[in-house]
């Protein structure tokens, strides 16, 4: 009786055991895709299917694998130092908007997998970034710094479109400059500050003392003969001065 109860025991744990190897492999033999991904399956290492649409996906369990391209529009961000035109040590924070096309992403899984942000993008965004920076003066940076970002963009995009990578958006966000520099710029604004100052006090005499003149000038205007001959009429008490009398010997 108890061998048999062992035989029944064996028997057991046996189905139980295939039963759990049947579900985990009915489980293994579907992945799911889902929207903004493109699914490429993989057979030993080779791709063997490139069209896997959004949803669930079937796959031979323990030999093909689906690797999944985020095809969405993602953002990388980054340090760096470049050299300006004028020899300043310029540190750039960047912020980089980026999407894989979803037609190249097979072409890019094979020539570079799916670790191309630090393969590709990383060095060709620095390598961008350094190139154009040193044709523009530090100052330049400042005051085109829109026009800098675009020509970053540009250089950028030319170096990952063979990938299948499209960039949509490049970002300086932040500039940071020598310590030397900095204080440069900090005693060129304080300078133009006072320049300016000065420039509004010499405009302000200068709107003052016109001011005054024309009030000068028009009470000249006013003070006529005949005003003055009508003010001292008005004001005669009849009464000639006596060196005046003296004159006329009528005194």
């Known amino acids: 009786m108890k061998y048999i109860n062992k035989t029944n025991t064996k028997k057991y744990v046996i ?14 033999s579907f992945q799911t895709i889902k929207s903004g991904e493109v699914g490429l399956k993989v057979r030993f290492g080779k791709i ?38 004028d020899l300043q040590t310029i540190e750039t924070t960047l912020a980089v908007n980026y999407r894989i096309n979803s037609d190249k992403a097979t072409h890019l899984y094979r020539t570079v997998g799916n670790n191309y942000e630090s393969t590709i993008l990383e060095p060709a965004i620095k390598e961008s970034i ?8 530090a100052a330049e940076v400042i005051t085109e710094r829109a026009n800098v970002s675009k020509n970053c963009m540009e250089d950028l995009q030319s170096k990952v ?8 958006n490049f970002n300086i966000t932040n500039l940071s400059f020598s310590e030397e520099y900095s204080k440069a710029i900090e005693d060129k604004q304080v300078a133009e500050q006072k320049l300016e100052k000065a420039k509004l006090d010499a405009e302000s005499k200068l709107v003052e003392a016109q001011a005054t003149k024309k009030a000068n000038d028009l009470l000249k205007q006013s003070l006529t003969d005949n005003l003055i001959a009508k003010e001292f009429i008005n004001k005669w008490d009849g009464k000639l001065p006596k060196d005046i009398l003296s004159i006329f010997n009528l005194k």
């Open 15 to 28: 189905y139980t055991v295939i039963a759990i190897f049947i579900v985990v492999t009915i489980f293994c």
């Open 48 to 85: 063997v299917n490139t069209q896997l649409n959004e949803g669930l996906n079937l796959k031979i369990p323990y030999i093909e694998q689906i690797v999944k391209v985020n095809i969405k529009v993602q953002k990388i961000e980054l340090n760096t130092e470049s050299s300006s035109k």
């Open 130 to 137: 350094k190139a154009t920076i040193a044709k523009y003066t």
């Open 161 to 168: 479109d063979k990938y299948g990578i499209t960039i949509d």
